[in-house]
T-cell receptor, first 115, second 114 residues
């Protein structure tokens, strides 16, 4: 019954590796997001997709590549991981883009630690 | 640049005491305002939101917030807190002239002590 799910929950890896985080929502929402929460709990948007189309692409290194195979899934692939990538990554979804008052529903987060 | 400020990084209170968590934002352009709560090791969930109408908004778990346009504030309050309210609280704002983004404050950790 989980509305927004992410896998894996924890990810520990070495610098230079490539890793992916998966996100799925079963709410029938059109829009999905990736956020990064740093060690000081600051939460910042990275990407947003609406119906598989990239809408928001913040100033994120191009080592980060989101992929949306369908509107229920938004995966995040990270190449050449760096120490500074260590953070908690949250996936979220909302009913419709362009409707700023929509509530966003968040997944439980993926805790990435780069060694 | 648009910004959301939560001045208090941590607010310790005793159980059953009232609490106010402060939130200010940078512009008086029309906004939508949100408070989200993050319990330990969990994702964020919506507490309440202001879209229009009455400036006093009631949310879940006994929380309420008041929109003050002249002071560009949206402070969160609860008259009597419980231990279970211990969590991180995030204020977030959507500006009606923004590109579909929700801007979050840096969060306030509410620590309720017995």
């Amino acid at each position: 019954d989980t509305a927004v799910s992410q896998t894996p929950k924890y990810l520990v890896t070495q610098m230079g590796n490539d890793k992916s985080i998966k996100c799925e929502q079963n709410l029938g929402h059109d829009t999905m997001y990736w956020y990064k929460q740093d060690s000081k709990k600051f939460l910042k948007i990275m990407f947003s997709y609406n119906n598989k189309e990239l809408i928001i692409n913040e100033t994120v290194p191009n080592r980060f590549s989101p992929k949306s195979p369908d509107k229920a899934h938004l995966n995040l692939h990270i190449n050449s991981l760096e120490l500074g990538d260590s953070a908690v990554y949250f996936c979220a979804s909302s009913h419709a883009l362009g409707v700023l008052q929509e509530t966003q529903y968040f997944g439980p987060g993926t805790r990435l630690l780069v060694l | 640049a648009q910004s959301v400020t939560q001045l208090d990084s941590q607010v310790p209170v005793f159980e059953e005491a009232p609490v106010e968590l402060r939130c200010n934002y940078s512009s008086s352009v029309s906004v939508y305002l949100f408070w989200y709560v993050q319990y330990p090791n969990q994702g964020l969930q919506l507490l309440l939101k202001y879209l229009s109408g009455s400036t006093l908004v009631k949310g879940i778990n006994g929380f309420e917030a008041e929109f003050n346009k002249s002071q560009t504030s949206f402070h969160l309050r609860k008259p009597s807190v419980h231990i279970s309210d211990t969590a991180e609280y995030f204020c977030a704002v959507s500006w009606m002239d923004s590109s579909y983004k929700l801007i979050f404050g840096s969060g306030t950790r509410l620590l309720v002590r017995p």
